[in-house]
């Protein structure tokens, strides 16, 4: 008998949780990263991630284009 409940986000059947109005977090949502994972990929801080998703911080240039590099988005 199948257990009833909420789907557990470990076996994918949850939505990634996010701003998806803003262009940064949509992409790295769908290149699939966290947001503790790109912080690694980007050596930023992870505060740096929340802030610039949820439009209380502007990325730098360098910023900006590492971030298009790593989720593969060309547009941000």
């Known amino acids: 008998m199948k257990k009833k409940g909420k789907p557990n986000r470990r076996n994918g059947m949850q939505p990634p949780r996010g701003n998806w109005a803003n262009a940064y977090a949509r992409a790295r949502m769908k290149a699939g990263l966290r947001q503790e994972e790109a912080s690694q990929e980007l050596h930023i801080d992870t505060k740096i ?3 610039i998703e949820n439009d ?3 990325p730098t240039p360098d ?3 590492a971030m298009a590099r790593l989720y593969g ?4």
Request: aromatic letters at 0%.
């Open 49 to 51: 991630i929340s802030n």
């Open 56 to 58: 209380k911080h502007n």
């Open 63 to 65: 910023i900006a284009v």
């Open 73 to 76: 988005d060309d547009r941000l």
